[in-house]
């Protein structure tokens, strides 16, 4: 009989559970515009549309308001949660700060391990970005930016970033909603991954906020709009 060893009991692609896929509906349905801001979202209603139960659905709605996509108001319950300028601002400042530093510090150290790795998440983030799911481009966004976050390092960095995903997913499904801004946004991450696989901390640092301060330009103008 063959051994068994520990390797044996690694699983290397864990099974979504029945919340993971639930919160990858509700999400998309967000980011698209389904659920509008200031929406209140009724559990017997959408235990009835996802097909789940009331437990799975309240486990959903905690998870995305985590994500700030979600919030729980007096007498009305959960509801889509707004973003302003403001908020938007802010959360694009902090990004600038975070993922600047990260990308810098991944060039400095990225070896071909580490460019393959990001060769690899940014080929499927290119499919994203054709792709017509919100959540879609969501997942390959978070996993190209956790390739450059655990390549650096900088563990802590990356848990502030994922407490403002949902509000990062929204103001990408704002700016992608303009024009030419699926060929240049793809290309700015593109300049991003090819600064660090050139092991240019500079260039990755600038890459970075060139993408998010054309990003930020955009979200301003269609926030503001629409205020």
């Known amino acids: 009989m063959e051994e068994f060893t520990s ?6 692609q864990p099974p979504r559970t029945l919340r993971a896929i639930v919160t990858g509906k509700m999400r998309d349905a967000i980011l698209s515009g389904y659920f509008k801001p200031g929406e209140r979202l009724v559990e017997r ?3 009835d549309q996802l097909g789940v139960s009331r437990t799975v659905v309240r486990e959903t709605l905690r998870y995305l308001e985590a994500e700030g996509l979600i919030e729980f108001r007096n007498n009305r319950g959960p509801v889509v949660a707004r973003l302003d300028w403001p908020q938007a601002r802010q959360i694009y400042r902090i990004r600038q700060l975070l993922e600047a530093d990260a990308a810098a510090d991944c060039a400095r150290i990225a070896d071909d391990t580490i460019k393959a790795a990001l060769r690899s998440a940014l080929s499927a983030l290119e499919a994203a970005y054709e792709s017509t799911s919100q959540n879609t481009l969501f997942e390959a966004s978070l996993e190209f930016y ?4 655990s390549a650096a390092g900088h563990d802590v960095a990356w848990d502030v970033v994922n407490r403002l995903n949902g509000r990062i997913s929204r103001l990408r499904g704002l700016t992608l909603s303009t024009a030419d801004r699926h060929r240049s946004g793809f290309a700015r991450m593109k300049a991003i991954c090819e600064a660090i696989a050139a092991n240019d901390p500079a260039a990755a640092a600038a890459a970075v906020r060139e993408h998010l301060d054309e990003a930020s330009e955009i979200a301003r103008h269609q926030l503001e709009a629409n205020s």
Do not use: A
């Open 45 to 47: 209603t959408l235990c």
């Open 7 to 12: 390797t044996d009991l690694r699983i290397s």
């Open 146 to 149: 956790r390739c450059i976050f």
